[in-house]
């Protein structure tokens, strides 16, 4: 599980790299007013520069999964598995593996959003939509992957 945390990880920090780098991709690229909102209402229009918002939620839910890999095992709600001693750090390297891969897939969400976001602004369609829709289906495989694997740990 080691590993698999690693390279959750890794990928959690190099997608987040990307998403500010297309984010401020399209800050020098856009002109300085863009389509910013589409809905029933029509098409709102704002500054180029409303593509930086995208980035506070994705900074505050990388640093909120910081402070929960810190947090002691006992304090982490898991129903489906018993602690005891003996099991305890491999729970834990689990734990931190499965939260490292959620952390890697709410990123990589985002990396989608600014994507679309930036095609969209610049006049393009983009099928990317579809993928944010069907986003939800790796991230649930990746999050039953990890409660079956926890689960056989602490059994």
């Given at each position: 599980m080691?590993?698999s945390?690693?390279?959750?990880?890794?990928?959690?920090?190099l997608?987040?790299a990307?998403?500010?780098?297309i984010?401020?991709y399209?800050?020098?690229?856009?002109?300085?007013?863009?389509?910013a909102h589409?809905?029933?209402?029509?098409?709102?229009?704002?500054s180029?520069?409303t593509?930086?918002l995208m980035l506070v939620?994705l900074?505050?839910?990388?640093?909120?999964?910081?402070?929960v890999e810190?947090?002691?095992?006992r304090?982490?709600?898991?129903?489906?598995?018993?602690i005891t001693?003996?099991?305890?750090?491999?729970?834990?390297e689990?734990?931190?593996?499965?939260?490292?891969w959620?952390?890697?897939s709410t990123v990589?969400?985002?990396?989608?959003?600014?994507l679309?976001?930036?095609q969209?602004?610049?006049?393009?369609?983009s099928?990317?939509?579809?993928?944010?829709?069907?986003w939800e289906?790796?991230m649930l495989?990746?999050?039953?992957?990890?409660?079956?694997a926890?689960a056989r740990i602490?059994?």
């Amino acid at each position: 599980m080691k590993r698999s945390r690693a390279i959750g990880n890794a990928l959690s920090y190099l997608l987040l790299a990307l998403t500010v780098a297309i984010v401020l991709y399209g800050i020098i690229a856009l002109p300085p007013t863009i389509a910013a909102h589409f809905g029933a209402d029509g098409v709102g229009y704002g500054s180029k520069y409303t593509l930086l918002l995208m980035l506070v939620p994705l900074l505050i839910i990388v640093a909120l999964f910081a402070g929960v890999e810190r947090l002691p095992l006992r304090t982490m709600n898991l129903p489906m598995v018993r602690i005891t001693p003996e099991n305890e750090s491999r729970v834990r390297e689990g734990v931190l593996a499965m939260l490292a891969w959620i952390k890697a897939s709410t990123v990589a969400l985002f990396a989608v959003m600014a994507l679309a976001a930036v095609q969209s602004a610049s006049g393009s369609l983009s099928p990317l939509f579809v993928v944010l829709v069907l986003w939800e289906i790796p991230m649930l495989a990746v999050l039953g992957y990890f409660i079956v694997a926890l689960a056989r740990i602490g059994g």
